[in-house]
């Protein structure tokens, strides 16, 4: 697309006063707006877009490897394909942005705004999304080995069938969140909060959930060796169709003091329907 061409066709741009060509060759972008652009596979691999408004803006299979998003608006955004990898998204408007299948590997998200976001089938394995905000995302079937998450906010967000195999989810808010049939071998949530969080099919293997929030979890046929909850608070939770022989309950808390099991379990371990005291 030529320069002309490509102008009219954007409205996002009008009163930008630099030189644009169909690859932003050369171009200095920083706080530019191209709100509402259609820029379809645009190869925009290494910019710098930081503080750039881009919400609404197509960029659907664009090519935005290492580019420099800091700051910008993408709410709204349809970057479904896209490829992000090693991207700077720090403090990012990315509220209702469309990723779903989006390659995110690797890329940096601190403090970005992910709210009510489609993330479906998006990779983000070795991201950074410390303090991020995910609350009402749909992260279903999305990939997130290895992430950072500490202290993300997932109040509401879905995570069925997600990959978190060895995700670091310190103090995070999965309140009231989805992780039906999710994978969270190895991962850790050490003092996270999972209130009314629905945990269907989980896989917990190895996950540390150490002085961890589940008041009014719902947990059955979780898949739990070696899973520690220790000082973690279960008031009111329900262990349901597990076996939690060689599980870690030391010193969990509740604040009725018992804790509920239905459990289909081996004969050394605790009885069905028993009341585990603490």
Known sequence: MHTQEFLEQSPGLNGYKGTLDSDFNQTDLRGISLSRADLTGMDLRGKDLSNANLSETNLSGANLIRA???GANLSGANLVRATLSEADLTRVNLS??????????KCILTNA???RANLR???????NLN???????????AVLISALMTFANLTGADLSEVSLTGADLTGAI??????TKTNLTGATLVRATLCGARLNETNLTAV??????LSRAEMSSLVITGANFSRAILSRA???RTDLTGVNLSGAMMHDGTLTLQSEMKSDSLPIDAKLQI
Do not use: C, D, H, K
């Open 96 to 105: 209702e942005a469309n990723l779903s299948e989006a390659n995110l590997i």
């Open 121 to 127: 089938l998006a990779v983000l394995s070795a991201a």
């Open 174 to 179: 999965l309140a009231e969140a989805n992780l």
């Open 238 to 240: 329900r262990f349901n």
């Open 113 to 115: 705004g992910l709210n």
């Open 68 to 70: 420099n998003l800091t």
């Open 208 to 213: 540390n959930l150490t002085e961890a929030n």
């Open 131 to 141: 303090q991020a905000n995910l609350s009402e995302a749909n992260l279903t079937r």
